[in-house]
């Protein structure tokens, strides 16, 4: 048994509680801010002694000493001379504890007289009430890091019923940018889960939005660890390895040439798929893109009309329109569109079915104005190229690159895939049963104050009903005070990395011990603050480096490319699916045909995958037949006129 460090003690002045306690120890003692320790009780209770156990968050200090200027006097004023004193002042360290657990938990009574104990491996287990998903039958423990003090090493686990649902759900992280390590802990979490995720509760994978930076491009590269890392890992048991399974989606530039990721090397776009939509998979979303200010009920109705009755469905001529139409695509929608204002400026019209002739123009403008705003993520001419719904795989990780769009082709793919996401998983035809989607930079996409955008709504849904569907939200941002209260509100584990002071300030961090708030000030890279529905108090951790290769030094290896001729796009783009295809053997097929032609060629053979890539790719032009020059007919031989013929002249 280990040996006392310190004893309860409790004045008129500090009392014991029922939630909270005060003890000493020598001036070595192992504890600090943070340090969880256990009190056994002097007198058993019905039979039992007492345990108690206890976090340390705040710390004091003191000497004898009523006033400085004893001290002053005593060493005649000279800090030198503290040495040649013939007595040392008693000095004595005292710390406040806050209640974790007790042991009988019933009666509730304030913390009796003990002594202190550092808090073993098996007693950090009991007073996190990790016991009860540890033990043989419940298997639901995630690693998330390991406690550290004194000589204890625990590691601490998260009860999945509370991070994936369905008890609770959603996870949580602030800090300040660059110092907090928030991709770095989802991404370890993320290992973590697709290592420990217990079997019977079924497959998970995880879809990630990569909205700043490099960070997220490179999951599946190696990346440097140390050997305190490499120690962390193994006990953890969670092998450092990158990610498996990795897919990557991202739109086109503006010229639909290049992918616009950070991710376009090359070298690593054998795993990388265009993310391209039409007028079909849009026009749900419309509202994302349309100023509501601008759009009213009647151009609402108008939108509506031509999703139900017009998209996909043969519209027949009437007495405006002059042809039927069958609309697949935007540019068929705009030949719609001129087709009913045509065929009212013929006939002096201000209406056709109850719709006027200005709300028609209105919402034909912002109809065709969306693929130029949104120009490489929609297409004129319809072509889809799209996340796997219906087969998403277990254990895979599906980054969205959207770091390099405009902020209105980031709502829009947030508001399609997320919708999407949860309209399969209601029919359980996912593929998967249990789905994590990580989005950084809450300040930006739910901030407490602004417009109700589309976004935003779409995320207090998932923060709010999610987990009865399997879909968690991990999220993340700089500034919790500053998001929406029912988005973090609802997320049942928070973590907290390096903190800033002024957000320490805020009053949704008064709980905390003033300890507390000064070491989440100043905490270091890979390390953690917890707060969990099982914990009653928060706890700090340290997790490993993720074993995946970090933003810059992938941007570095992998050097994004630059503009390049069309040829070399195809190329580019083709080659991951047929190596034998070389650039003068693409020149050769595209070089009678449009840049539109080529570009619409590739995008049809990047979405059927098919196994002879040459021919496939080649079917898709029409077929041109070279002009041949114009040839004259031979005229015919005059004959000769026999020499004797009595005729000729």
């Keep these: 048994m280990s040996e006392a460090l310190g004893r309860v003690v409790a004045t008129e002045r500090k009392p014991n509680t029922p939630h909270e306690f005060h003890f000493w120890t020598a001036i070595n003692s192992p504890v600090g801010i943070g340090t969880i320790v256990r009190v056994d009780g002097a007198q058993p209770m ?6 108690i156990y206890g976090i340390v968050v705040e710390g004091f200090s003191y000497t004898d000493l009523q006033s400085p200027m004893h001290d002053v006097l005593g060493h005649d004023g000279s800090p030198t001379l503290a040495g040649f004193a013939s007595t040392e002042r008693a000095e004595i360290r005292l710390y406040t504890a806050a209640v974790l657990r007790q042991i009988p938990e019933e009666p509730l009574q304030p913390v009796p007289m003990g002594q202190v104990f550092l808090a073993a491996e098996e007693d950090v287990h009991v007073a996190l009430r990790m016991d009860s998903y540890l033990k043989e039958g419940a298997n639901t423990g995630i690693p998330v890091g390991v406690y550290r003090a004194g000589g204890t090493d625990a590691v601490i686990y998260l009860d999945a019923e509370f991070l994936l649902g369905p008890e609770a759900a959603h996870l949580n992280i602030t800090g300040v940018s660059g110092l907090a390590t928030k991709t770095s802990a989802v991404e370890w979490l993320l290992a973590s889960l697709f290592t420990h995720f217990p079997e019977e509760k079924g497959s998970i994978a995880a879809v990630c939005f ?36 990795v897919e990557y989606f991202a739109p086109y530039t503006a010229k639909g040439l290049a992918l616009n990721t950070f991710r376009n090397n090359e070298e690593l776009l054998d795993n990388v798929t265009p993310l391209t939509w039409g007028l079909r998979e849009v026009l749900q979303y419309a509202e994302v893109l349309l100023n509501k200010d601008d759009i009213d009920a009647k151009a609402d109705a108008l939108i509506d009309f031509i999703t139900e009755n017009v998209v996909d469905k043969e519209f027949p001529a009437d007495g405006i329109l002059q042809k ?38 209105k919402v034909r403008n912002r109809l065709s104005n969306i693929s130029t705003r949104c120009a490489g993520l929609v297409t004129d ?32 793919i947030f508001a399609r895939i997320v919708s999407k996401l949860r309209e399969h998983l209601e029919r359980r035809d996912l593929g998967v049963k249990h789905l994590v989607v990580f989005v950084d930079e809450l300040n930006k996409y739910a901030p407490g104050d602004g417009p109700d955008t589309y976004v935003r709504k779409m995320l207090l849904d998932i923060a709010e009903r999610g987990r009865y569907l399997g879909l968690v939200l991990f999220s993340a941002q700089q500034f919790r005070s500053q ?22 300030s805020t009053p949704g961090y008064a ?15 890979g390390q953690l603050m917890i ?70 060629a590739r995008n049809a053979t990047l979405l059927a995958r098919p196994n002879d890539v040459k021919a496939y790719f080649s079917s898709q032009f029409l077929k041109i037949i070279p002009a041949q020059p114009a040839q004259r007919p031979m005229a015919g031989s005059i004959r000769s006129v026999p020499e004797n013929d009595p005729y000729g002249f």
């Design 511 to 525: 709980v905390l011990s003033p300890a507390t708030r000064t070491k989440l000030a100043t905490l270091e890279k």
């Design 210 to 245: 990569n909205v700043k930076g490099p960070d997220l491009c490179y999951l599946d590269q190696p990346g440097k660890i140390e050997k305190s890392d490499e120690a962390l890992y193994e006990k953890l048991g969670v092998e450092p390895k990158p990610f498996q399974k």
């Design 381 to 412: 001419s319809g072509a889809v190229s799209d996340l796997p719904f219906g087969s998403f795989e277990d254990k895979t990780v599906y980054v969205v690159d959207v770091a390099n769009l405009e902020e209105d082709a980031q709502d829009l």
């Design 531 to 600: 707060r969990h529905p099982h914990f009653t108090q928060p706890i700090f951790v340290r997790f490993p480096r993720p074993s995946v290769m970090q933003g810059r030094e992938g941007s570095e290896r992998y050097p994004q490319s630059s503009e390049i001729s069309l040829e070399a796009a195809i190329l580019r783009a083709l080659r991951p699916l047929d190596p034998t295809i070389t650039l003068p053997w693409v020149q050769e097929i595209t070089a009678l045909y449009t840049e539109q032609e080529v570009i619409r």
């Design 483 to 504: 998001v929406h209260r029912r988005v973090v509100g609802n997320s049942g584990t928070a973590l907290f990395g390096r903190m800033d002071p002024d957000e320490l």
């Design 46 to 51: 019905d039979g039992q002694i007492p345990h």
């Design 324 to 361: 039927n139409h069958r609309v697949q695509s935007f540019a068929e929608l705009d030949a719609w569109f001129r087709d009913i204002l045509q065929g009212l400026e013929k006939k002096n019209g201000e209406s056709w079915r109850t719709h006027h002739v200005a709300t028609i123009r």
